[in-house]
């Protein structure tokens, strides 16, 4: 029997959140040769225009699944809508994007159709027949291999990972629209329901524009010592300061600043990456810079293999230092 491959668009206010081609290049290289039936869901009100878009794009046959409550992402309520139409197309992998939305909705469809869920999938290969699943752990400092058991698995997919932009994929006819009615929930039975959408300003661009980027990451340790990157940068002629996710995420920096695949992608002729670990999705954003410089306190730290020049030190040592330097400079 040909397998299934159900593809989970992520959609917000009825758009995709990630290019829904990467989902379709995983699933094409999990049964190569066309030997799955491949099906795109996609959520969200009045959704067909959209799904007949991806249909034709991809030449896939497109589920959409409508409710105004699935405009915002409620991956609660996603799930609710996905299971019934799981049991009704009974496929063997469901492919979500490695998002925290994606995750979440994951998570509640493992528990209710009982499946198992492997998460952040970077690539794949395959070995005796059997697809291996690689993610990496401890900030990419070892790759992991995973075997499913064989049975109904759900998957979340790097965004990128499986990045096909180059290709040209025009099909040779569209796939097929389908319309779903997410089965009757009243509110009360929700767990959530999103309010609003706030867009965050996103009007700064002088990452995008500076010669030179002093990124902090986890390993300043506290909001003061971001102060060292800025005293870096105020030395320096058109710098700018960035950061990893999670010091945007402590809040000593803004979102805006955030550099890395779920961030702004910067290619400065000099990037400086202070107590940054060097993740794949930091990497993403900053594989374009001229030239790297990093200093971890971690002789071991992944960063150090894409650097061009690696200081092992204390960062709130070496910059001190290096700020005086400069000044007499
Ligand atoms: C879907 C998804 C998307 C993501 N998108 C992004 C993204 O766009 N951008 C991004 O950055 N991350 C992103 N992440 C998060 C990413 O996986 C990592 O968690 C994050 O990049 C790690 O940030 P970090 O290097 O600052 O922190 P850590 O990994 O905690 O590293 C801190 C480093 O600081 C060093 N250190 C500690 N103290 C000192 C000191 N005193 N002096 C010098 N060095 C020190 C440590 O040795 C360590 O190497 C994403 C994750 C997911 C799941």
Same mark, same amino acid.
């Given at each position: ?14 758009? /995709?959140?990630?290019?829904?081609? #990467? ?22 009100? #009045? ?36 299971? !019934? ?11 979500? $994007? &490695? ?11 493992? &528990? ?15 070995? !005796? ?19 499913? &058991? ?12 499986? #990045?096909?932009? !180059? ?30 959408? $706030? ?29 060292? +990157? ?24 803004? &979102? ?11 290619? /400065?002729?000099?990037?400086? +990456? ?56």
């Amino acid at each position: 029997m040909t397998p299934t491959v159900l593809l989970i668009s992520e959609t917000i206010n009825n758009r /995709p959140v990630q290019p829904l081609e #990467d989902l379709v290049r995983f699933a094409e290289e999990l049964f190569p040769g066309s030997r799955a039936k491949i099906i795109i869901i996609m959520a969200g009100q #009045d959704i067909q225009l959209q799904a007949k878009a991806a249909a034709e794009a991809t030449g896939i046959d497109v589920i959409a699944l409508e409710d105004h409550r699935l405009l915002l992402p409620n991956p609660e309520l996603l799930s609710k809508g996905l299971y !019934n139409i799981i049991n009704e197309v009974d496929p063997l992998y469901i492919c979500l $994007t &490695h998002t925290p939305r994606g995750c979440q909705t994951a998570a509640f469809l493992s &528990h209710a159709l009982q499946a198992s869920c492997i998460t952040n999938i970077e690539s794949l290969k395959y070995k !005796n027949n059997t697809p291996l699943f690689r993610r990496s752990i401890f900030n990419g400092k070892f790759v992991m291999d995973i075997k499913g &058991h064989g049975g109904r698995t759900i998957l979340t997919v790097v965004p990128g990972a499986f #990045d096909n932009a !180059n290709e040209d994929r025009t099909p040779l006819k569209p796939g097929k629209v389908t319309v779903k009615n997410l089965p009757y929930e009243s509110d009360e039975s929700i767990g959530f329901i999103p309010l609003q959408l $706030t867009s965050m300003d996103d009007s700064d661009n002088s990452l995008e524009e500076a010669d030179v980027i002093v990124s902090v990451g986890m390993g300043v340790g506290k909001a003061e010592n971001v102060d060292l +990157a800025r005293d870096v940068a105020s030395l320096l002629k058109n710098a700018a300061v960035g950061a990893s996710r999670i010091a945007c995420d402590m809040g000593w920096l803004s &979102h805006s600043k955030q550099i890395g695949e779920t961030g702004k992608k910067v290619a /400065p002729k000099l990037y400086m +990456a202070c107590g940054i670990s060097g993740s794949a999705q930091h990497i993403a954003g900053i594989k374009n810079s001229q030239m790297i410089i990093a200093i971890n306190k971690d002789p071991r730290a992944v960063i150090f293999s894409i650097a061009d020049y690696g200081i092992v030190e204390d960062l709130t040592t070496f910059l001190p230092i290096l700020i005086d330097k400069m000044q007499i400079g």
